[in-house]
T-cell receptor, first 115, second 112 residues
């Protein structure tokens, strides 16, 4: 059963803590993405990766970090430097990088709340 | 500023009616996609239309693309209560980069 999974579904963080959001896909997709969605808003790109061991900053990368050590996995760390991290985080993957007409497949999302 | 902007921001219709949502964008594109999002869930891809296409159909969905006006529309015919969701247009700019840009979405509410 192919797909893209995110965990946890809900995450609570105290101010000053780093937290890591998990994203795993078994679709054999090369490209993976992290987006942030705020209430009533569209998606804003945080980081994306076209291939293992390579990733690029998106529009709002400050306060976030990622790694791509395996094709299947693209974890996102929300650091204490991110001043307003409360949001809904979506991970996606595509066969080809965007710009090459790649439909994106999304995970179910992680809702992060800072206490 | 965002590449794609949807209009209207919100739409409320009765079951059985048609729903039309519009999207405008600013730069040249390779393709335009429409996605659906149920509340609190991830996005689901609905349809992709390439820059050299003018119209595309998929079931009850009809998408048009006018590259001269930099606009697209999504028509859902014979709407159902289950169509209640947010709908987003997303563009792949023809700038040599690798980013899809999403609009803020149209929230559709279909009353049974």
């Amino acid at each position: 059963d192919g797909g893209i999974t995110q965990s946890p579904k809900y995450l609570f963080r105290k101010e000053g803590q780093n937290v890591t959001l998990s994203c795993e896909q078994n679709l054999n997709h090369d490209a993976m993405y992290w987006y942030r969605q705020d209430p009533g808003q569209g998606l804003r790109l945080i980081y994306y990766s076209q291939i293992v061991n390579d990733f690029q900053k998106g529009d709002i990368a400050e306060g976030y970090s990622v790694s791509r050590e395996k094709k299947e996995s693209f974890p996102l760390t929300v650091t204490s430097a991110q001043k307003n991290p409360t949001a809904f985080y979506l991970c996606a993957s595509s066969i080809l990088p965007s710009g090459a007409s790649g439909e994106q497949f999304f995970g179910p999302g992680t809702r992060l709340t800072v206490l | 500023s965002q590449q794609g902007e949807e209009d209207p921001q919100a739409l409320s219709i009765q079951e059985g009616e048609n729903a039309t949502m519009n999207c405008s964008y600013k730069t040249s594109i390779n393709n335009l996609q429409w996605y659906r999002q149920n509340s609190g869930r991830g996005l689901v891809h609905l349809i992709l239309i390439r820059s050299n296409e003018r119209e595309k159909h998929s079931g009850r969905l009809r998408v048009t693309l006018d590259t001269s006006k930099k606009s697209s529309s999504l028509l859902i015919t014979a709407s159902r209560a289950a169509d209640t969701a947010s709908y987003f247009c997303a563009t792949d700019p023809n700038t040599g980069g690798f980013k899809t840009i999403f609009g803020a979405g149209t929230r559709l509410f279909v009353k049974a």
